[in-house]
C-alpha cells in the first residue's frame, strides 16, 4: 500500500552504488571533506523535515539540537568516555531537552511555537558562548578525539583516521536514518504527523492526541539533530557555538526548502547539493548570501514545493499529457 | 445510552446554550433542529469536547464524558462530522480512512521502527477496514484520489467514512447535506439509513426540514439556546412553540 | 544607589529603543498577521543608511536622519509588495521562511556594502549631563525624549487622522474592511513602511552611541518579537510598556545578576511566560 514504482528503487539503488564508489573518484581531500559535512547536515535536514514538513511544526531550533549533541559528544568524550557510548547519550540529551522544550511549547500554535524554539535556540547559543568551564566559550572546544576504532574479532579493527573510513561512518549513519524515516513516515504512524500538519481539529475528533502526536515529532526529530551534531564534532575534532547558532537553523532550513519540504529526497539532495553549490560560488565572497537570501524567497513564492516538489508537479504533467482522459475524468467530476 | 444534562455554555457574558438536557436512546436517529444561531452547533460542541460546558453534563453510557478533550471522547467511541467539510485535503482518500481508523490499532514508534508482526497485524486490519468502509461509501475506485479531485457530495460522504470507519458506537452528524441539490441530499440520507441499520446510533442537525421529518425518529428543537421541544416528527409538526419559533425565522415546516 | 539610578537611565534608554522598534513590528504583525523576522535587520539597515548620507554627502545629523527614514520607508513599500504579498494566503509556515530570506538578504547587503567591521556615526551631541549624581550623555536623552515624542505622534496617527483609524479597522477585521471598501493592500503596504520608518528613526538615535554592524539586527529583532508576542499582537500600548519594561529588566540583570547572560533574561521570561499564558500577557484569546 505504501509502495513505490520499480523505477524509483532502481534509481534509489543507482544513487546507493554511486555513494558507495565515492570515495574512489572524489578529486581531493577538501571535496572530500565537504562531501562528509553534507552528509552530516543531510541527517540533520531530513529530521528537521520530520517536523517541519511532515509535521507541520515550525521548529527553529534545530541548529540549537545539532549543538546540543556536538557539545554533548565533546564534552564526553573529552572526559574520557567512548564515542560509541558518548553519541546516543548525546542524542538522549538531545531528545530530553527538547522534551522539556516541547512540553510547554507545543501547547502553543503557529506563530508562537516558532518564536518560542527560535529564542530557545539564542538561548542555548548565549550560554555556548559564555559558559567557558562546561563549554570553552566562544572559543569552544577543541581536539575532540575521533570514533574509537571497533574491533572485529580475528580481523583486526575499524579505525576512522581516514577520510574514506569517516565517509563511510557518515553515510552508514545517513542510511540508517533515512530508514528510520522512511519507515516511520510510510506508515499509519507517519500518516498522524501529517494530520497534525493538514487539520490538527479532525485528528483531534478521531482519537488522535495532538499534542503527544507533537511532542513525539519533535523529540525524534531532535534525537537525530543531537545525532548528527555528535558525529560531526567528531569527525571535525572541534565545536564553537556557531555549531549550535540560529544561522545553522536557517542554513538546516534553507536546504529543507529548496530541496522540497515534506520529501525525504528533497533533504538529501538540498543537504548534498548546496554546500557544494555554496563552495563553488566561494569566489563571490560576501555576496553568496545576498544570492541565497533572494533565492529563497523567490523559490518560497514561486516553488513552495521545492526542487523534488517541482519535480513532482513536471511529472504529474507529464503524465497528465500521456493520459489526458484520466485526468479530465477526475476534474468533470469535481 | 447517552444523557446531555442541564448543559450551559457562556461566551463572554452571552448566553448560547442554556440548561439543555435531553437523551439519545440506542439505535435511533435523534435530529437537533432550531433557527440560525439557535445554539445546535454550540451543543454538538459541547458533547465532543471541542469547548468545555460553563455548566452541565454529558454521559455515554453513564460515563461523564465532559471535560475531557475532544481525541478521549472520540476513543470512548463517539464520532462526529464538522459543518465545513473537514478532511485531510493534503492526502489520499485511503489515508483519510486510514487516520479515522487509528486510534483503534496501537501503531506506535516502536510498532513502526520494528515492523513487528502486531504492526503488520495493524496495518493489514486498519487498510481491510478502510476498504470495506470505501465499498460502503461508494468510492472504491478512488482510494487512491487526491481530496481535490473528488465532488462536493463524495467529500461529504468521506468525512462521514473518516468518523465511521473506527466503528463508533454513536455518530455525530454535523448538517452532512449543507450545500448539496435534492438529489444528492437524497443518496446521503439513505446512506445515513444505512449506518444506523448497521446499528449506529446516529445524532444530527440538519436545516432541510423535509429531510429531517422522514429520516429522524425523534427531534429535538432548540431556540434562543433552549430547548423548546422535543418528540416524534409528527408531534413537532403540531407543536405550537415550534411553529411559532419558525415563523420568526425560516419558514421550512 | 547612584549605581541603581545609572542603570535605570540606561534602562529606560534601552527601553525607548525597544518600545519604538516593537511598535513598528506590532504594527505589521496586527494588520497582516505576518511574522516579519526580518524587521530588526531593517532598523540595522537604516542605522547604515543614515551613516551613508552622513559620511557620503556631508549632511548634518537631521537632515541624513531623515533622508534614511524616507529610504526605509520606501524599502518597507517595496518588501511587503514582493516579499509579503504574495504570500497572503499561503501556509504561515512560507511567510516565516521568505522573512528569513529576506533577513539574510539584508545581511549580507549590509556586509557587501559596508563590511564586517563596526562604524559609528560621530555624535551630534557628545555633551554630558549631571544630574542626582549620574552622567547622562546628551545623546542617550534625545534617545529617550525623541521615543517619546514618536511615541506620541504615532499615538495621535492612530488616533485622529483618517489613514490611522484605517489601519486600525483592518488590524481588526481585515474582511469586514476590504468588504467596506478600503483598499486592503494599499493600508498593508503603508503600515510597512510607517513600520520600517521607525525603524530608522530608533536605529539613528541609537548609532551614534553604540557602533552599527551587519548582525546587530538579529537580536533586536528578536526582542521585539518577545515584546509583541507578549504584549499582544497588534497592540500598541503593549509593545510600548512592554519595551520599556524589558530595558528595565535587561539593565537591572545585566548591572546586578550577569552581564554576559543579560540577553538570556528575556528569552527565557518569553519562554516561561508563553508555557502559562499561550497567547501572551494582554493577548486575545485566539478565535
Known amino acids: 500500500m505504501f509502495t513505490k514504482p520499480f523505477h524509483y528503487n532502481l534509481l534509489y539503488l543507482l544513487l546507493l552504488v554511486a555513494a558507495l564508489l565515492l570515495p574512489f573518484y572524489v578529486p581531493d581531500a577538501y571535496i572530500f571533506q565537504i562531501v562528509i559535512m553534507s552528509f552530516l547536515f543531510a541527517i540533520a535536514t531530513s529530521s528537521m523535515n520530520l517536523i517541519i514538513g511532515f509535521a507541520g511544526q515550525a521548529s527553529l531550533a534545530h541548529g540549537a539540537f545539532f549543538g546540543i549533541g556536538a557539545y554533548g559528544v565533546a564534552i564526553m568524550t573529552k572526559a574520557g568516555l567512548s564515542f560509541w557510548l558518548a553519541l546516543p547519550l548525546a542524542a538522549l540529551i538531545s531528545a530530553g531537552i527538547g522534551a522539556v522544550i516541547g512540553i510547554p511549547s507545543l501547547r502553543t500554535r503557529g506563530h508562537y511555537f516558532a518564536i518560542v524554539t527560535l529564542c530557545f535556540g539564542v538561548i542555548l547559543w548565549i550560554v555556548a558562548g559564555n559558559w567557558i568551564q562546561l563549554t570553552g566559550g566562544h572559543n569552544g572546544i577543541f581536539g575532540i578525539p575521533l570514533p574509537s576504532s571497533i574491533p572485529i574479532p580475528f580481523l583486526g579493527e575499524i579505525d576512522f583516521y581516514s577520510q574514506t573510513a569517516q565517509y563511510y561512518l557518515a553515510l552508514t549513519f545517513l542510511l540508517l536514518t533515512l530508514f528510520v524515516l522512511h519507515r516511520l513516515i510510510y506508515s499509519m504512524f507517519g500518516l498522524t504527523f501529517m494530520a497534525m500538519r493538514n487539520n490538527e481539529p479532525l485528528a483531534d475528533a478521531v482519537g488522535i492526541d495532538p499534542f503527544t502526536t507533537k511532542l513525539m515529532a519533535f523529540v525524534i526529530a531532535n534525537f537525530i539533530a543531537g545525532m548528527a551534531g555528535g558525529i560531526y564534532a567528531s569527525i571535525i575534532g572541534a565545536v564553537s557555538p556557531s555549531a549550535a547558532s540560529h544561522l545553522m537553523t536557517f542554513n538546516f532550513l534553507i536546504y529543507v526548502i529548496l530541496g522540497g519540504i515534506a520529501t525525504l529526497s528533497g533533504s538529501v539532495i538540498g543537504a548534498f547539493a548546496i554546500p557544494i553549490i555554496m563552495e563553488l560560488l566561494q569566489f563571490l565572497g560576501d555576496y553568496r548570501m545576498l544570492i541565497f537570501g533572494a533565492l529563497l524567497v523567490v523559490v518560497i513564492i514561486y516553488f513552495p514545493q521545492g526542487f523534488v516538489g517541482g519535480l513532482r508537479q513536471l511529472n504529474q504533467k507529464v503524465v497528465a499529457w500521456r493520459q489526458p482522459k484520466q485526468t479530465e475524468g477526475a476534474n468533470v467530476s469535481r | 445510552m447517552f444523557l446531555v444534562k442541564s448543559l450551559t455554555k457562556h461566551f463572554d457574558g452571552i448566553i448560547a446554550v442554556q440548561d439543555v438536557t435531553f437523551t439519545i436512546n440506542q439505535g435511533e436517529i435523534l435530529a437537533i433542529i432550531g433557527p440560525n444561531g439557535a445554539g445546535k452547533s454550540t451543543v454538538f460542541n459541547l458533547m465532543t469536547g471541542t469547548i468545555t460546558p460553563t455548566s452541565g453534563m454529558v454521559f455515554m453510557e453513564k460515563v461523564r464524558i465532559s471535560g475531557l478533550p475532544p481525541n478521549k471522547v472520540a476513543v470512548k467511541g463517539i464520532a462526529r462530522t464538522f459543518q465545513t467539510t473537514s478532511l485531510f485535503d493534503q492526502l489520499r482518500v485511503i489515508d483519510n480512512l486510514l487516520i479515522g481508523y487509528k486510534y483503534r490499532t496501537r501503531i506506535g514508534f516502536w510498532n513502526t521502527l520494528l515492523h513487528t508482526p502486531a504492526w503488520k497485524r495493524y496495518q493489514t486490519e486498519a487498510f481491510m477496514r478502510a476498504m470495506e468502509m470505501l465499498e460502503f461509501l461508494g468510492l472504491a475506485d478512488k482510494a487512491e484520489y487526491f481530496i481535490p479531485a473528488l465532488s462536493q457530495e463524495e467529500q461529504k460522504r468521506l468525512a462521514i467514512g473518516i468518523a465511521m470507519v473506527s466503528k463508533p458506537r454513536i455518530l455525530l452528524l454535523d448538517e452532512p447535506t449543507g450545500g448539496l441539490i435534492q438529489e444528492e441530499t437524497d443518496r446521503i440520507t439513505r446512506l445515513i439509513e444505512r449506518i444506523r441499520d448497521q446499528g449506529t446510533t446516529v445524532c444530527i442537525i440538519e436545516h432541510k426540514m423535509q429531510m429531517i421529518m422522514g429520516l429522524a425518529d425523534r427531534i429535538v428543537v432548540l431556540n434562543y439556546g433552549k430547548k423548546i421541544a422535543e418528540g416524534t416528527p409528527d408531534e413537532i409538526k403540531s407543536n405550537q412553540a415550534v411553529i411559532e419559533a419558525y415563523l420568526g425565522g425560516e419558514v421550512h415546516v | ?287
Open chain 3, 1 to 287: 544607589m547612584e549605581l541603581l539610578l545609572q542603570q535605570i537611565f540606561n534602562g529606560i534608554m534601552f527601553g525607548s529603543t525597544y518600545a519604538i522598534v516593537a511598535l513598528g513590528l506590532t504594527l505589521v504583525m496586527g494588520i497582516l498577521s505576518i511574522p516579519n523576522f526580518a524587521h530588526g535587520h531593517l532598523y540595522m539597515l537604516g542605522g547604515y543608511i543614515t551613516f551613508f548620507f552622513i559620511s557620503a554627502t556631508g549632511l548634518g545629523f537631521w537632515l541624513s536622519m531623515l533622508l534614511s527614514v524616507i529610504t526605509l520607508g520606501l524599502i518597507g513599500v517595496l518588501m511587503e509588495r514582493m516579499v509579503y504579498r504574495p504570500l497572503t494566503d499561503q501556509p504561515h509556515i512560507n511567510a516565516f521562511i521568505a522573512a528569513i530570506g529576506a533577513l539574510l538578504f539584508l545581511e549580507a547587503l549590509a556586509l557587501v556594502v559596508w563590511g564586517p567591521q563596526g562604524l559609528r556615526i560621530p555624535n551630534p551631541y557628545p555633551q554630558n549631563i549631571q544630574f542626582l549624581g549620574i552622567t547622562m550623555g546628551l545623546q542617550r536623552l534625545l534617545v529617550i525624549g525623541g521615543a517619546a515624542v514618536l511615541i506620541l505622534c504615532l499615538h495621535l496617527f492612530m488616533k485622529k487622522t483618517l489613514m490611522g483609524t484605517t489601519i486600525e479597522a483592518v488590524a481588526q477585521n481585515r474582511e469586514g474592511a476590504m468588504l467596506n471598501g478600503i483598499n486592503v493592500n494599499r493600508v498593508s503596504a503603508i503600515t510597512f513602511g510607517i513600520s520600517s520608518a521607525t525603524a530608522a528613526i530608533a536605529a539613528s538615535f541609537l548609532s551614534p552611541i553604540f557602533m552599527l554592524s551587519p548582525s546587530m539586527g538579529a537580536i533586536l529583532g528578536m526582542k521585539a518579537f518577545i515584546i509583541v508576542i507578549l504584549g499582544g499582537m497588534g497592540s500598541i500600548p503593549g509593545a510600548i510598556l512592554g519595551g520599556y519594561i524589558l530595558g528595565l529588566i535587561e539593565a537591572l540583570g545585566g548591572g546586578y545578576v550577569s552581564a554576559a547572560y543579560k540577553d538570556v533574561f528575556a528569552f527565557g521570561a518569553l519562554i516561561v511566560i508563553l508555557s502559562f499564558k499561550p497567547t501572551g500577557i494582554f493577548g486575545k484569546k485566539e478565535a
